[in-house]
T-cell receptor, first 114, second 112 residues
Framework: DTAVSQTPKYLVTQMGNDKSIKCEQN?????MYWYKQDSKKFLKIMFS???????INETVPNRFSPKSPDKAHLNLHINSLELGDSAVYFC?????????????FGPGTRLLVL | AQSVTQLDSHVSVSEGTPVLLRCNYS??????LFWYVQHPNKGLQLLLK??????LVKGINGFEAEFKKSETSFHLTKPSAHMSDAAEYFC??????????FGTGTRLLVSP
């Protein structure tokens, strides 16, 4: 069973379109994240939600809007897509054990904006 | 601020030879450190993590890493490389604010 799943796996779209990426975790974790991996493989956090509440919002354009309908889901909606949005987007969920945290990542969504 | 530096963008080894992927960290307190692996077109998989319980950490697939405070290092090693180890490896530090900061990655190439 996949612990953190994302859909779609690949997404090719035109500039200006609006698209959504979905993420679900079946680990029972309270905290979920979105990361962006650019063409040079650099990974950077975008957002974090804890129990459906936004707790981390890095300096991401407001065209990106995360939505968490429940603590098992964290979706990412992107308006007016731009060429620079092309990247791999990873969802992750976090567990805490004895004050030590570990994040588990989904398989990624490869977004290509043409 | 917490950060990690991966000293090599690429490492090439022959199958059966040892692997060393280097990582130095910068942290104002005792950090939590991780190594993640990303196989081509795949997601990120946790290899191992250091959480101050023991300085030598064993992970999956025969990898291990040693936390050396005096050298601010957390290098990843494996005694004998396998072709399936070819991937991108990321050294990661927990900033303490529920955020992970990733290194720039090291691509491991394994030749027959």
């Amino acid at each position: 069973d996949t612990a953190v799943s994302q859909t779609p796996k690949y997404l090719v779209t035109q500039m200006g379109n609006d698209k959504s990426i979905k993420c679900e975790q079946n680990l029972g974790h309270d905290t979920m994240y979105w990361y962006k991996q650019d063409s040079k493989k650099f990974l950077k956090i975008m957002f974090s939600y804890n129990n459906k509440e936004l707790i981390i919002n890095e300096t991401v354009p407001n065209r990106f809007s995360p939505k968490s309908p429940d603590k098992a889901h964290l979706n990412l909606h992107i308006n007016s897509l731009e060429l620079g949005d092309s990247a791999v987007y990873f969802c992750a969920s976090r567990t805490m054990t004895r004050n030590q945290e570990t994040q588990y990542f989904g398989p990624g969504t490869r977004l290509l904006v043409l | 601020a917490q950060s990690v530096t991966q000293l090599d963008s690429h490492v090439s080894v022959s199958e059966g030879t040892p692997v060393l992927l280097r990582c130095n960290y910068s942290s104002s307190y005792s950090p939590s450190l991780f190594w993640y692996v990303q196989h081509p077109n795949k997601g990120l998989q946790l290899l191992l993590k250091y959480t101050s319980a023991a300085t030598l950490v064993k992970g999956i697939n025969g990898f291990e890493a040693e936390f050396k405070k005096s050298e601010t290092s957390f290098h990843l090693t494996k005694p004998s490389a396998h072709m399936s180890d070819a991937a991108e490896y990321f050294c990661v530090v927990n900033t303490g604010f529920q955020k992970l900061v990733f290194g720039t990655g090291t691509r491991l190439l394994v030749s027959p």
